[in-house]
């Protein structure tokens, strides 16, 4: 595995580890609130950072898109669950 291998799986696994517990916040939040926008958005100003710090492109921007919205989904179905047992 070379070094931008490792790094863009870094980068993407900050994206969806990162999501699952502002996902499960956000699930409690009221929809459109201002929590709710905050649990969706505070990881994109680490991912940017991230990004820029492994000098990737604007081309990675849809896979780490991706894995935040797997892990707002993941989070959000988990706090389903806790709720229902």
Do not use: D
Not at 32 to 47: D, G, N, Q, T
């Amino acid at each position: 595995m070379t070094v931008t291998t490792f790094h863009l799986v870094i980068l993407l696994s900050f994206a969806l580890f990162s999501n699952i517990p502002l996902g499960y916040l956000r699930q409690g939040a009221a929809k459109r609130s201002a929590k709710w926008m905050l649990y969706v958005h505070l990881s994109i100003p680490f991912l940017y950072l991230l990004r820029n710090y492994y000098n990737f492109s604007w081309r990675v921007i849809p896979f780490t898109l991706s894995c935040a919205i797997v892990g707002q989904l993941v989070g959000g179905r988990l706090r389903r669950r806790m709720e229902r047992a």
